[in-house]
C-alpha cells in the first residue's frame, strides 16, 4: 500500500517534467525567444505571490491539519486573510494603472495582460490550498493528476494554436498558461467541493487567526530566501538585460530541470530512512558513504552533460544555440541541493530549522549580489553562474551547519570536487568561443573520475547486477 502511494505521488512530478520537456521544443520552433522570457517571467511572479500572499499559511494548515477537528474552518482560517489581502492590493493597483503589471512583466502595455496575470495569480493561491486537502486526505493520484492537467492543457492550447495556424505570440502563450492554471482550478474545485462548502459557512475571527499566523508568518522568510534563490536570476535578466537572454536562460534552466526528478525521488526517500536509522541506532557511517555515491552520481550527470552538450542546438532552432554553452552550470543548481541533502540531514535530526532558514539567506544574498554584479555584462551566462555560485555556497552552508549541531561529516574530497565542476561549468559558460579545449576538459574529468569513484562505480555495478540476477530467477 504504501509503495502504491509513494508511485501515485511520484506520477504527478514525473509526468509534468516529461511533459514540460515534450512542450519546450514545439514553443521554441513557433514562438521567439522574447516570448519564452515573458512566460517565464509569469511563473517566477506567480510562485512569489503565493509565498508573499499565502502568509506561511499554507504550512500551518498542514502542521495543524490533524490536530484540528473543525478542518474546513482551519481551511478558511489558513485561505481568505491572504486571499483577501491580495484581491485589495490588485484592485489599487489597478486603480493607480490597469497597465502597470503587464508594462513590468512583458514590457507590453496591456489591460488584458494585467488582468490576465491577476487572475493566474488568484487561482493559483486558491489551488495551492485545494491541493493541500488532497494531500492531507492522502488522495495521492487526484493530487498528481492535478499537477499534470495544468501541463496537458497548455500543451494542447499550443498544438491547437500550431494546427489552426492562430497568432503566436505572447498573447497567446500568456493566455494557454492562465487556461492551463484555470483548468486546474476547476478539477481542484471539484475534487475538494465537499471542504470549501464548508468552509464558507465560517467567519474569520482574529483571535484564531493570531496563533496561526504566529507559527506561519516567520517561514515567509524562509520561504522568499528560497524564491529569490531559484528565480532571482529571471528577475535580474528580465530588469538588467532583455528578454532575449531571459528566454534563453529560462530555456535552459528547465531543461537541467530534469535533475529535480533526481532530486525529489531521492528526498522522498532519504530523510524517512535517515530518520529511522537514528531511531533504530544503526551506524550513521552509512550516511556518508551513500552521500559519496550521491557525489559520485552529480560528478558524472556534469561531466556527462558538459561532454555531450553539443548535441542540444540540434533540437532548438539557431537562437538557442547559447545552451550548448550554458546547461552544465544550470545542472548545478538542482543537483548541488541534492547533494546538500545527504548532509544537511543532521539540521533535521538536531530539530535546528532555523540554521536550513540562514542558509538560504546566506545563498539568497550571494545570488543578489552575483547576478548584480554578472548579469548585466554577461546577460545569460552571468545568471546561470550566479546561481551556481549560490547553490555551491547553500550546499558549504547546510554542511557547516550540520557539521556544527549533528556529526563531524567527511567535507575535502566533496568539497574540492563541488568546487572543480562549478569552476569548470562557469568557465564553458563564459568562453563559449572555445568549444574544442572544453570537450578536451571534460574528457579528462571523465577518466579522473573514473579513478577518484572506483568504489562507488564497483558498487553500482554490483547492486545493477543483483537486480539482473533477480529478474533472471522469476
Not at 137 to 158: G, N, W, Y
Amino acid at each position: 500500500m504504501i509503495r502504491n502511494k509513494i508511485i501515485q505521488y511520484t506520477i504527478g512530478p514525473i509526468g509534468s517534467s516529461i511533459l514540460g520537456l515534450l512542450t519546450l521544443p514545439v514553443m521554441t520552433w513557433f514562438y521567439s525567444v522574447e516570448d519564452i522570457g515573458r512566460i517565464s517571467m509569469l511563473q517566477a511572479v506567480v510562485s512569489f505571490f503565493i509565498l508573499l500572499f499565502c502568509l506561511g499559511l499554507d504550512q500551518t494548515y498542514v502542521r495543524e491539519y490533524h490536530e484540528y477537528k473543525m478542518k474546513p474552518k482551519l481551511l478558511s482560517l489558513t485561505l481568505l486573510p491572504g486571499l483577501i489581502i491580495s484581491i485589495i492590493t490588485f484592485i489599487i493597483i489597478l486603480m493607480f494603472d490597469s497597465k502597470l503589471i503587464s508594462n513590468l512583466l512583458y514590457d507590453i502595455p496591456s489591460t488584458y495582460l494585467s488582468l490576465l496575470s491577476i487572475l493566474c495569480c488568484i487561482i493559483s493561491l486558491i489551488s495551492r490550498f485545494l491541493s493541500l486537502i488532497l494531500r492531507m486526505e492522502d488522495r495521492a493520484f487526484e493530487f498528481s493528476m492535478s499537477q499534470l492537467l495544468p501541463k496537458i492543457t497548455f500543451l494542447l492550447f499550443i498544438l491547437i494554436t500550431i494546427k489552426l495556424d492562430l497568432d503566436k505570440g505572447s498573447y497567446n502563450l500568456i493566455t494557454a498558461q492562465g487556461l492551463s492554471l484555470l483548468s486546474a482550478f476547476i478539477v481542484f474545485l471539484w475534487v475538494t467541493r465537499k471542504e470549501w462548502i464548508q468552509s464558507l459557512s465560517f467567519k474569520l475571527n482574529f483571535l484564531e487567526l493570531k496563533p496561526l499566523l504566529k507559527y506561519g508568518l516567520p517561514l515567509v522568510i524562509g520561504g522568499l530566501a528560497s524564491w529569490g534563490l531559484n528565480v532571482m536570476d529571471r528577475i535580474f535578466l528580465r530588469f538588467m538585460s532583455d528578454f532575449t537572454q531571459l528566454g534563453i536562460y529560462s530555456l535552459t534552466a528547465s531543461i537541467a530541470g530534469v535533475a529535480a526528478i533526481f532530486s525529489g525521488v531521492f528526498n522522498t526517500i532519504w530523510s524517512p530512512m535517515v530518520f529511522k536509522w537514528v531511531n533504530e541506532g544503526v551506524d550513521l557511517d552509512k550516511v556518508d558513504i551513500i552521500s559519496e555515491n550521491v557525489l559520485a552520481t552529480i560528478y558524472f550527470i556534469i561531466v556527462l552533460c558538459g561532454l555531450f552538450s553539443w548535441i542540444l542546438p540540434y533540437l532548438f532552432p539557431v537562437q538557442y544555440a547559447p545552451i550548448r554553452y550554458l546547461i552544465t552550470v544550470c545542472f548545478i543548481g538542482p543537483l548541488f541541493y541534492t547533494l546538500s541533502e545527504t548532509t544537511a540531514v543532521g539540521i533535521a535530526i538536531a530539530r535546528k530549522s532555523n540554521f536550513s532558514m540562514l542558509a538560504s539567506i546566506i545563498a539568497m544574498l550571494a545570488n543578489l549580489l552575483g547576478n548584480y554584479l554578472l548579469v548585466p555584462k554577461y546577460g545569460a551566462s552571468g545568471a546561470a553562474i550566479s546561481t551556481g555560485i549560490s547553490f555551491w555556497l547553500f550546499y558549504i552552508a547546510r554542511t557547516e551547519f550540520s557539521r556544527r549541531v549533528w556529526r563531524n561529516i567527511p567535507i575535502k574530497k566533496p568539497y574540492i570536487i563541488t568546487s572543480i565542476l562549478l569552476i569548470c561549468a562557469s568557465l564553458n559558460a563564459m568562453f563559449s568561443e572555445n568549444p574544442q579545449i572544453f570537450i578536451g576538459l571534460w574528457l579528462l574529468l571523465l577518466f579522473i573520475g573514473l579513478n577518484i569513484f572506483r568504489q562507488s562505480i564497483l558498487s553500482a555495478y554490483q547492486n545493477i547486477d543483483s537486480i539482473f540476477k533477480s529478474f533472471r530467477k522469476i
